[in-house]
């Protein structure tokens, strides 16, 4: 694990704000830094994987407006052959499994509800294995983990 600093940490803000700013423009908003600096730091962060650099998709700006949270509930001897098998599908941008009242919830990504509720009864619920569907709609998200900041409790105290 390697130490991240305040820099580090302001460096990968500026990132998740706009991942294409340069490192001279990033050295100027943070001050006191050189651009060589910056660079270095930005390869050492994604070379231990603490960051990445790449382009999101929009949902919304083509067109599948609808995102939903769908928890499922499956035969557990099934249930890593079924969460490998959604997370195939386009149409899902997040699975993970897990304990608690449902084994695998993923986030689904539709241009309207009809498409959703195809989407669960037509193909999750057509999976040999799954027990139990339940459709969560999301109409706003506040925070999204693709655009997460490092925490502070993670940089180390000089």
């Not at 052959?81 to 897990?98: F, H, K, Q, R």
Request: overall charge positive.
């Amino acid at each position: 694990m390697i130490k991240i600093d305040l820099i580090d940490k302001k460096i990968s803000d500026l990132l998740l704000e706009d991942g294409r700013m340069s490192c001279a423009r990033i050295a100027a908003r943070i001050g006191g830094i050189s651009e060589r600096a910056v660079r270095y730091r930005i390869n050492r962060l994604i070379k231990n994987r603490i960051i990445s650099v790449r382009g999101n998709v929009n949902a919304v700006a083509l067109g599948m407006v609808v995102c939903a949270d769908v928890f499922i509930e499956v035969e557990l001897s099934r249930l890593v052959d079924i969460a490998n098998l959604l997370a195939s599908y386009e149409s899902v941008s997040y699975i993970a499994y897990a304990t608690g009242d449902t084994d695998i919830s993923i986030q689904v990504y539709a241009r309207n509800n009809s498409d959703v509720f195809d989407f669960v009864t037509e193909v999750i619920g057509q999976i040999p294995g799954v027990r139990k569907t339940h459709i969560s709609y999301v109409p706003n998200k506040l925070k999204d983990d693709q655009v997460w900041p490092i925490p502070s409790s993670a940089i180390t105290k000089s």
